[in-house]
């Protein structure tokens, strides 16, 4: 899955930069937000992330990252919801 390849190596490269490291490594679940892992700052590389594989400008009235896009799983999730709703093929 390439989307999930993206997004992990934005993922470690996020932690590397802010300089943490969870604990039992990086894995699907792995809690980015509620754990404290992600700065304010790389919830908004997050926020741009998101939009760019989306293919769409997110409505900030929409989307609370902190219930969306705590794992990778959630924001792979996301991603492919919106992506769907976005095409049309999705009510």
């Known amino acids: 899955m390439r989307a ?3 997004l992990a190596q934005f993922v470690k490269t ?10 039992g490594g990086l894995t699907d679940d792995t809690s980015l ?3 404290g ?3 304010s700052m790389a919830v ?3 926020v741009a ?3 760019a594989h989306v293919g769409t400008p997110l409505d900030p009235m929409q989307v609370d990252p902190l ?5 990778m799983r959630d924001i792979l999730n996301f991603c492919g919801q919106s992506a769907t709703t976005s095409s049309g093929t999705r009510s």
């Open 4 to 6: 999930r390849e993206e």
């Open 14 to 23: 996020t932690l590397h930069d802010l300089g943490v490291s969870p604990e």
């Open 33 to 35: 937000l509620r754990s």
């Open 37 to 39: 892992l992600f700065d």
């Open 44 to 46: 908004l590389n997050l």
């Open 49 to 51: 992330w998101v939009e």
């Open 67 to 71: 219930s969306h896009w705590d794992t």
